[in-house]
Nanobody, 125 residues
């Protein structure tokens, strides 16, 4: 049993930066990969990026490469999504999730077992 709570969302101007946080609590024995997803109005939830908890290796969607960065704070069980050069098309509800798969960081939602409540990010043009 894992609980995830996102925070840090808000309104930001295009070109600006924002950092999202995900606090993890509960049983973490199966917490192998942490993923960030987002869902814009009228669209499906899509993979943004992920990080292997043990290794720190990361993977990003092409749409955010070079702009977003994922990091983790092992001591405090937190994962961060640092977003820069934000664009209006980044507007979405952002979710963090945990999965137990090994190997390459998965992009499909079905690989993640627990999800946070989401935090709204709005980028104005």
């Amino acid at each position: 049993q894992v609980q995830l709570v996102e925070s840090g969302g808000g309104l930001v101007q295009a070109g600006g930066s924002l950092r999202l946080s995900c606090a993890v609590s509960g049983r973490t024995f199966s917490m192998y990969v942490m993923g960030w997803f987002r869902q814009a109005p009228g669209k499906e939830r899509e993979f943004v990026g992920g990080i292997r908890w043990s290794y720190g290796s990361t993977r990003y969607a092409d749409s955010v490469k070079g702009r977003f960065s994922i990091s983790r704070d092992n001591a405090n069980n937190k994962v961060y999504l640092q977003m820069s050069s934000l664009k209006p098309e980044d507007t979405a509800v952002y979710y963090c999730a945990v999965g137990a798969t090994v190997g390459a960081i998965p992009v499909a939602r079905s690989n993640y077992d627990a999800w946070g409540q989401g935090t709204q990010v709005t980028v104005s043009s």
